[in-house]
């Protein structure tokens, strides 16, 4: 049983980070025989037919086509690939390390990879695909493609985490999924069929976080791509026109509150209230409750607010005749809250960005969040 | 109520973000008025991608999504992030 790591194990984390960010960030074209090799030797250790491999240019011509035949075949995604190489790797580890050892790989290696490779570009394709999946098919298919989805290259986290046990702790694992990560994008696997798809042509990162500020901040050679100010997939338009062209106004369009809040960030909060001609009506904190120009005769209140974890502004509408701060944050809170009586004395409840988390059975709630992020 | 595959209070819609609990073994449900539900027996915290964690102490606890007001649909709706 290994029960701790040497000094000279542990300088060795971040070459197996390196290594693996590398991978999941690759962006040549995959090798096709080589990924075709893996997948069939992943389904024979299995114990499952060899699958029928068809390719795709990229996640959402794959997502797609998986969907195409798994509606014309009924592919069964009760597919026991997944979980017998995850049993093969991980009882492999389990049964000859500490689960301390365990631990401070996954806290290093692991995590700083999935950072890099999951958190930053995974996270975006699988959002971006299903949101296109899920209009475009039967609920039942989407749930099957969904269940089908392996990231490839993009989860490349726990191969950095596998890796550095097989060669640094000499584990015995068979490295055909290592293999597999290393030489393809994502892939869907069925029962008797598996599609394969390409790795991106263009990924590009900043801070951890998809960004571009000129073009697509991930870009596939079949022409599908994602355009990403600071992790937050936005329309084209927002990064490909600039600044001052942009009119301020169409902040109001964007229905969602991340795509707003970079909105806000690349055109300026003051240009946007200057051109929305707008009126303090009250202020608290770091809350400012506007007055704002609709261009079509209305005025009607938005709540100005700081997000403290990063600094950045969001504007929210809230409902006509809404005059104080104190009403505005009393409107947004979730219905089911707004039904508990508001007391400096009530139990503490907590907000964390968008989502409000209070006691179940409260009878009274304090006025403001105990904890804000 | 439907039990969740993970212990995830919200999911973002362009970033894939998540409010998650960070303690993977809390059960979360979610009723059909989208509220979700959790159980923790020692504090845990609540972690996001682009918010500082909070620490939820020992108790019952409902999670909900904030709302705003769309003034040309004319209605309110639950933020989507």
């Known amino acids: 049983m290994i029960t701790g790591l040497t000094e000279e194990q542990k300088s060795r984390f971040p070459e197996f980070v390196d290594k693996w960010i590398k991978i999941g960030l690759s962006t040549e074209p995959a090798d096709r025989p080589k990924s075709e090799e893996c997948i069939k030797h992943l389904y024979k250790l299995a114990e499952l037919e060899e699958p029928k491999i068809v390719w795709a240019p990229c996640p959402l011509s794959g997502a797609l086509t998986a969907s195409v035949l798994f509606n014309l075949k009924k592919f069964s995604t009760d597919l026991p690939v997944r979980s017998a190489v995850y049993s093969a790797i991980y009882s492999a580890v389990d049964s000859v390390v500490y689960s301390a050892v365990y631990s401070a790989v996954d806290s290093v290696v692991r995590s700083a990879v999935y950072s890099a490779v999951y958190s930053a570009v995974d996270l975006a394709v699988y959002s971006a695909v299903y949101s296109v999946v899920r209009s475009a098919v039967y609920s039942a298919v989407d749930s099957a493609v969904d269940l089908a989805y392996w990231g490839g290259s993009l989860w490349a986290a726990y191969t950095a985490w596998t890796d550095y046990f097989s060669l640094v702790l000499k584990i015995n694992i068979d490295r055909t999924y290592l293999d597999l990560v290393q030489s393809c994008g994502v892939l869907y696997t069925f029962r008797k069929l598996v599609v394969m798809t390409e790795r991106p042509e263009l990924i590009s990162i900043s801070n951890n976080r998809l960004h571009n500020e000129r073009e697509a901040a991930l870009k596939y050679r079949s022409g599908w791509c994602l355009y990403a100010l600071n992790g937050v997939v936005v329309p084209d338009w927002l990064v490909l026109t600039r600044s001052e062209e942009i009119n301020p106004r169409d902040l109001l369009k964007l229905a969602n509150a991340e795509q707003r809040r970079e909105f806000v960030r690349k055109v300026g909060i003051d240009r946007i209230c200057y051109s929305l001609k707008a009126k303090c009506l009250d202020n608290v904190g770091n809350y400012e409750l506007l007055l704002l120009d609709l261009g079509d005769g209305r005025k009607r209140p938005y709540l100005k607010m700081l997000n403290p974890s990063i600094g950045t502004w969001h504007v929210e509408g809230v409902p006509p005749g809404c005059d104080t701060v104190e009403k505005a944050l009393n409107f947004r809170k979730p219905n089911a809250m707004k039904s508990i009586m508001i007391d400096d004395a009530g139990e503490d409840w907590y907000q964390q960005g968008d989502v409000c988390i209070w006691p179940k059975n409260a009878k009274s709630l304090k006025p403001l969040p105990t904890i804000l992020t | ?81």
């Open chain 2, 1 to 81: 109520m439907k039990k969740l595959e993970k212990p995830v209070l919200a999911e973002g819609e362009v970033t894939g973000h998540a409010h998650v609990l960070e303690d993977p073994t809390i059960e979360v449900f979610e009723g059909e008025n989208g509220l979700r539900e959790f159980q923790t027996e020692s504090p845990t915290r609540v972690v996001h991608e682009e918010h500082n964690p909070i620490e939820i102490p020992v108790g019952n606890f409902t999670s909900g999504k904030v709302l705003e007001f769309d003034h040309f649909a004319e209605e309110a709706r639950q933020v989507r992030d």
